[in-house]
C-alpha cells in the first residue's frame, strides 16, 4: 500500500490565509476566492480554509495545488463542505475527480482558462504558486494535486 505524502503550501500561502480568512468573510477578494469550511478527519471540527474556486461554464472545482494539505484530506474523508464568501454561504458535495478526469480538466478546461488570461498572467501565477506543471505536464500534475467538483445540495 502506497504511503501518502504529506504537502504544506509554500510559507508567503500560510501567512496569507489568516489575512485572506478575515477579507472573505467580509465579501469577495480579487480573483475567484472563497472560503471552504471542512469537517476535520479526525476531530470532526469544522475548519475553514482560503481557496482558489475555479468556477467555468456553470461547473465548479477546487484544486489541491500544494497537494496532500490538510483541507484536501478532510474534504475526500467529509466529501462536503461549505462554502462562503462574505455573507453568502454555499453547501456542497465534492466529488474527487480520478487521475484520468484530473489529466482531461487541467488539459482542457484549466489550460484554456489560464492561457486567455491577460497580459501572461495566468502562466505567470501557477509558477509563483509552483504548479506551472499544470500548463506543461498535465497528467504529471494530476499525480499530485487532487481536484474535486463541487455541487450544490
Not at 478575515?22 to 475553514?48: D, E, F, H, W, Y
Amino acid at each position: 500500500m502506497a504511503t501518502v505524502m504529506e504537502s504544506q503550501a509554500p510559507s508567503f500561502v500560510r501567512l496569507f490565509n489568516p489575512i485572506a480568512r478575515r477579507i472573505l468573510k467580509r465579501g469577495p477578494l480579487l480573483g475567484p476566492n472563497a472560503l471552504i469550511t471542512v469537517r476535520g478527519r479526525k476531530s470532526g471540527l469544522a475548519r475553514t480554509t482560503p481557496i482558489a474556486l475555479v468556477e467555468i461554464e456553470g461547473k465548479r472545482w477546487v484544486i489541491g495545488t500544494f497537494g496532500e494539505v490538510n483541507w484536501v484530506r478532510n474534504l475526500r474523508a467529509a466529501g462536503e463542505a461549505s462554502l462562503s464568501v462574505g455573507k453568502r454561504r454555499e453547501e456542497v458535495l465534492a466529488t474527487e475527480l480520478d487521475h484520468q478526469a484530473a489529466t482531461a480538466f487541467f488539459r482542457d478546461v484549466i489550460g484554456p482558462y489560464v492561457r486567455k488570461m491577460p497580459v501572461g498572467f495566468g502562466p505567470l501565477l501557477l509558477s509563483m504558486l509552483g504548479a506551472g506543471e499544470i500548463l506543461k505536464d498535465p497528467a504529471a500534475a494530476a499525480d499530485h494535486r487532487p481536484v474535486f467538483e463541487l455541487r450544490s445540495t
